[in-house]
């Protein structure tokens, strides 16, 4: 799977007679388990979660990487807890060091979900690993800091942008409540996710299919591209999780799109026209009001929407789980380079 970029991607048809254009994300969300497909489709930019790093620091591949954090955070001394949270920090900015070897663009960079309800330790944690970037030569302006779109999360997020420089990827957004706040919030991207929104309504509703014109997925992105461009909003839209390549058709010409290596194979066998789904004049003339969500009404709109609340509670908890088995594993191996094995 795959690096993100945002790229127009034309593809002849075998007549060559005509051209069809996307204006496409790829996204390898893991390039450490297929590095290959990063040659294949020389992305721009790559992005990282708990989970990933956790299957990646499972690979032989990148002990090398573990050892070094461990080392840098039994270094650093201090409590257990703080030597643990040392390594983790040395750790996921070291695989985003490793993906900026590859990639000329920017990194995506997750923020402890268990922080996802403390706007001043989400703050902290993040200038703690914008430090350890430049530490390494690497400007933060190469990186993107993910933070859950929690009302907490939203707001470290403006806090990090306006008062200290650092762009941000506001991820796990599922309601356009979300989305307003994080517009207001001038947060650098946002990444909508298509795919877990129609999952949830397969799974809540009964239905087993729906057409791109009426994905959940799809009109949720739609409105949230449409509500932005109208009211000139600066933060990107990325539309994330696809299910398949008719979603991603439906979003063309979306601010950007992150799109699996599958789809995209299938998508480069398809010859036919990719006429823009999206566009800011048609943006511009929808009939969506603009509105203003302070903290009460964010939290009251956002828990209108059943799927949105359960969708980013289930995301939290997934995330978090997986980096409580990241911390243990450090744990054990941390004992043994203390114990001389």
Not at 198 to 223: C, F, I, Q
Not at 236 to 258: E, H, I, P, W
Not at 264 to 277: M, Q, R, T
Not at 310 to 330: P, Y
């Amino acid at each position: 799977m795959a690096p993100f970029s945002v790229r127009q991607v034309s593809c002849q048809t075998p007549d060559g007679e005509a051209e069809r254009s996307l204006f496409l994300k790829k996204n390898f969300f893991t390039p450490f388990l297929r590095p290959a497909a990063i040659e294949e489709y020389k992305p721009q930019d790559a992005t990282t979660n708990p989970s990933l790093i956790l299957a990646a620091a499972k690979m032989p591949a990148y002990q090398h990487l573990v050892d070094q954090a461990i080392k840098y955070g039994v270094a650093k001394g201090g409590t257990e807890e703080e030597q643990v949270a040392n390594t983790m920090d040395k750790l996921f900015v070291s695989f985003g060091l490793e993906i900026l070897k590859k990639v000329p663009g920017r990194v995506s960079t997750e923020v402890d979900a268990r922080l996802s309800f403390d706007e001043d330790a989400m703050v902290a944690k993040a200038l703690r690993l914008i430090a350890l970037y430049e530490e390494a030569g690497v400007g933060k302006e190469r990186v993107l800091i993910k933070l859950s779109s929690t009302w907490e999360g939203i707001q470290a997020g403006r806090v990090l942008e306006k008062d200290h420089g650092v762009h941000c990827n506001m991820t796990l957004l599922f309601s356009f409540a979300q989305a307003v706040a994080c517009a207001e919030a001038k947060v650098t991207l946002i990444s909508p996710f298509v795919g877990r929104i129609l999952d949830w309504h397969k799974e809540n509703t009964g239905r087993a299919s729906y057409e791109p014109h009426e994905d959940p997925g799809v009109l949720s992105v739609t409105k949230i591209y449409n509500y932005y461009k109208k009211f000139g909003y600066g933060t990107v839209v990325m539309g994330a999780s696809f299910r398949n390549t008719g979603q991603v058709k439906a979003l063309a010409g979306c601010d950007l799109l992150t799109i699996s290596p599958g789809l995209l194979a299938e998508l480069s066998k398809d010859h036919g026209a990719v006429p823009p789904a999206l566009n800011e004049e048609t943006a511009k003339s929808c009939d969506l009001e603009k509105i203003h969500l302070d903290e009460k009404d964010y939290r009251w709109q956002h828990n209108e929407d059943r799927m949105a609340v359960e969708k980013l509670s289930d995301g939290i908890r997934k995330f978090a789980a997986d980096g409580i088995k990241l911390e243990t594993m450090i744990k054990e191996k941390m004992l043994n380079v203390k114990n001389g094995k």
